[in-house]
């Protein structure tokens, strides 16, 4: 089976940039981003027998990804997390000063205020370019489900980028 993983590996690879593209986006760290991708990644090789071929590898891999991710989440609901103070001053945003940026920093902040279940399917199919029966696959719901909260994310986005967001809130 030594030529088949190779094989494999290979075909995995093409996803990587699209894998670490969401798990940025999704996690707002770079470095705990890297270390998702790289945890599903070795998972997808590891199980590389699970994978039936001819079906969407990239679906599956997100797939891996999300569910990584939904485990990571559970786990940190449960343990309490500290910030150090002297650490606080690396999460203060500095205004930008130009245009393109602050509309920049403001879809960043839209989407940070956004339900965790919106901001995945907006990330998904906007950023990703996954067909709603694709991430109805990766994130285990009903392709109407992912229609309705990507028009809700869109809307809720809109609304905060016009100034009348009073429906977004922060979300931990």
């Not at 679906?59 to 606080?88: M, S």
Request: aromatic residues 4%; hydrophobic residues 40%.
């Amino acid at each position: 089976m030594g030529g088949g993983v190779t094989e494999f590996g290979a075909e995995i690879e093409q996803h990587i940039g699209p894998l670490r593209r969401y798990a940025r986006a999704l996690l707002r760290d770079r470095t705990d981003a890297d270390d998702l991708v790289q945890d599903a990644l070795a998972r997808a090789l590891s199980r590389s027998d699970r994978f039936q071929p001819g079906t969407n590898l990239r679906a599956w891999l997100f797939t891996i990804l999300h569910n990584l991710h939904a485990n990571h989440v559970r786990r940190k609901v449960t343990a309490p997390t500290v910030t150090p103070v002297g650490d606080a001053a690396l999460h203060v945003a500095t205004p930008a000063g130009q245009d393109d940026h602050m509309e920049l920093r403001d879809m960043a902040r839209g989407l940070a205020l956004l339900p965790p279940e919106q901001r995945q399917v907006l990330l998904l199919v906007a950023l990703e370019g996954l067909r709603y029966e694709e991430v109805a696959t990766v994130l285990g719901i009903p392709v109407g489900t992912v229609m309705s909260r990507l028009s809700r994310a869109r809307e809720a986005l809109r609304q905060h980028l016009a100034g009348e967001a009073p429906r977004l809130r922060r979300v931990k």
